[in-house]
């Protein structure tokens, strides 16, 4: 059955909705703990130290306070202290960035610092045995570090950097179900999933003769628990779930999907995407057994990602890719696999983009997890009320906007989203338009497509102000004053 979730005003009907082997001697970089930060990376890291605290005190004085400023509090939104912080924003004052949530802007530490590891640092990491490669590698290894303390992971150890969110869901799904699943079990997953948390589990169902089953929310886009008691049971071997939806924008319970598959001996897997640029997260809190993410949405480089996993799973998983750097040791016919995480690490890593998404982590820091979720709760509670006043706009999901992490989605009347994005953008206003890789939810909500405002905390009120005028642009291109 197909429900539509219940907007803040309703979608008419009428809608047109369209739409190489390491040598021995560096197995030691490869192993144990992380090595000491060098001399090199100890001064680099002061520097983006200084920087970001400066960043954060900038923060706190254009927010007067950030203990005391309330979220709600409007001042705390009219002109972002944060822009002139991504190179982007500032050198394009005129544009409204409102599409964080498929790729964030980076602020100059980050580039920064992907510069200045291909300047000073560059080499192949793993590979040699000279003081750049050997920087390189640990550049790596610290980089590892930082994740680990960041999303609360117990060990850097079990941090493995792949390429992005989809390559650590992928990996999941292809190395890890195998050894869980066989016919007749179930995999549970919610409708509101990103492709990249859906496609990988029904090729694993299909591969083990399992069954895919869907979680659905209610009518606001909650996954209430009468619903989460009835699909995950004794059959039920994983259970994954997106953190922060990419269309609702709605948290999902993880901890309560954690201690109902848990109860029946499977495995929690949580897609990060959307939940990291916007929230602490803490892996051990949630008590989830994977948990993947992508910097590039986190004000990272692309083509890095992150998957966090329990030791004992990923130690007892074959590889997902093989080649170099994953192995200790090959003969003609048989290879004896690294230990985690480098088993999973197959091939020359993104030396310049992971040591740049430690950048990234460590402006994210530096600006405060507080100030992140303050500012952008404000930001969509002054976006969703300024839309509430146009009769045309329809809202998609929780009617509270505490309930939208970053992610406003909504349709204008009659209008299809790719005109309304069009139109948008010829007044600098950036959102998407589309089914957001998510088509069975839109299906689900009896819609083909949607268009989507997503915030960061680096957005501004003139930012909504500019969507809200050009949505009244639009408004007049198809029907006139
Ligand atoms: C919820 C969610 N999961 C996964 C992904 C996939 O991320 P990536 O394309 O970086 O692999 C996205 C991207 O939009 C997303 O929003």
Redesign the pocket.
Known sequence: MSTVLESTKAVPSGAALKEGAAPQGNASHRRGAAPQETAVLQEDAATLGKTACAIADAAAAAAGSSATVRPTDPADIAASPFKRDFPLLANHPELAFLDS??TAQRPKTVLDAQRRFYEDMNANALRGLYRLSVEATEAIEVARERVARFIGAPSARDVVLV???????NLVAKAFAPTVLGPGDEVCITIM??H??LIPWQQACQAAGARLVYLYPDEQGVIQPEEMDAKIGPRTKIVAA?H???VLGIENPIAELGRRVHAHGGYLVV?G??SVPHMKVDVQALDCDFF?F?A??AFGPFGM?VLWGKHELLEAMPPFLTGGEMIDSVTEQDAQWAPVPEKFEAGTQDAAGIYATAAAIAYMEAVGRDVIERRERALVRDCMEKLAELPYVHVIGHPDPDRHHGVISFNVEGIHPHDVASILDMQNVAIRAGH??AQPLLAWLGQESCCRASYAFYNDEADTDALVEGLKTVWRTFNGE
């Open positions: 949530a498929a390429r992005n969110a989809s390559e650590a869901l999933e990103h990249s948390n997106a922060v939806s990419n897609d995407a959307q993947a992508s590039h949405k990602g957001h890789c």
